[in-house]
Antibody, heavy 124, light 107 residues
Framework: EVQLLESGGGVVQPGGSLRLSCAASGFTLSSYPMTWVRQAPGKGLEWVSSFGGTALTTHYADSVNGRFTISRDISKNTLFLQMNSLRADDTALYYC?????????????????WGQGTMVTVSS | EVVMTQSPASLSVSPGDSATLSCRASQIVSINLAWYQQKPGQAPRLLIYGASTRATGAPARFSGSGSGTDFTLTISSLQSEDSAFYYCQQYNDWPLTFGQGTRLEIK
């Protein structure tokens, strides 16, 4: 079964750091672009960062660029999000998600597999 | 940045009826548009990609249409289980962007 399991969330003070992990099972993470999406309490979905599959490209939302770093460990089949200089507005449930592959084999940045999320709370 | 605007913000419909949800992009996104369903306490679920292609496992009563800047998600024969938030997302350009969501209530 294809699954994603996030971990690493918690309560951190403003200016602090956290490292989120997303363990993949049932598929090889390095074969797919992967993404982090967050959802502040009671709010909508916000794209955060994406890591290309074979291309190894990275993309970041302006709101996190320079503070967050996306990476992966192929040997552990795990995606990471290193979050530094955290702010109160980073408080959210963080999901990792897998890019989809269409019936014609095209990889698209729409997400067909999601984890259940890990909560990050930035508060003093 | 492509701004995605969904309407209406909320919708209340009777079981068995149909619902039409709209999504407008501030720039042309071709057909690089996806729709998601999110129920309380759950992760989003991909329903539609390519503006009109149903994702694996999405019921046939969910259909998408549109191209360019204007898109529609139609849900026919509504069931109580369809109560959820629905989000559109463009993947035509970076940054990827979501609409603010439409809350669908089945009364």
């Amino acid at each position: 079964e294809v699954q994603l399991l996030e971990s690493g969330g918690g309560v951190v003070q403003p200016g602090g750091s956290l490292r989120l992990s997303c363990a993949a099972s049932g598929f090889t993470l390095s074969s797919y672009p992967m993404t982090w999406v967050r959802q502040a309490p009671g709010k909508g979905l916000e794209w955060v960062s994406s890591f290309g599959g074979t291309a190894l490209t990275t993309h970041y939302a302006d709101s996190v660029n320079g503070r967050f770093t996306i990476s992966r460990d192929i040997s552990k089949n795990t995606l990471f999000l290193q979050m530094n200089s955290l702010r109160a507005d980073d408080t959210a449930l963080y999901y990792c998600a897998r890019d989809s592959v269409t019936t014609s084999g095209l990889v698209i940045d729409a997400f067909d597999v999601w984890g259940q999320g890990t909560m990050v709370t930035v508060s003093s | 940045e492509v701004v995605m605007t969904q309407s209406p913000a909320s919708l209340s419909v009777s079981p068995g009826d149909s619902a039409t949800l709209s999504c407008r992009a501030s720039q042309i996104v071709s057909i690089n548009l996806a729709w998601y369903q999110q129920k309380p306490g759950q992760a989003p679920r991909l329903l539609i990609y390519g503006a009109s292609t149903r994702a694996t496992g999405a019921p046939a009563r969910f259909s998408g249409s549109g191209s360019g800047t204007d898109f529609t998600l139609t849900i026919s024969s509504l069931q109580s289980e369809d109560s959820a938030f629905y989000y559109c997302q463009q993947y035509n350009d970076w940054p990827l962007t979501f609409g603010q969501g439409t809350r669908l209530e089945i009364k």
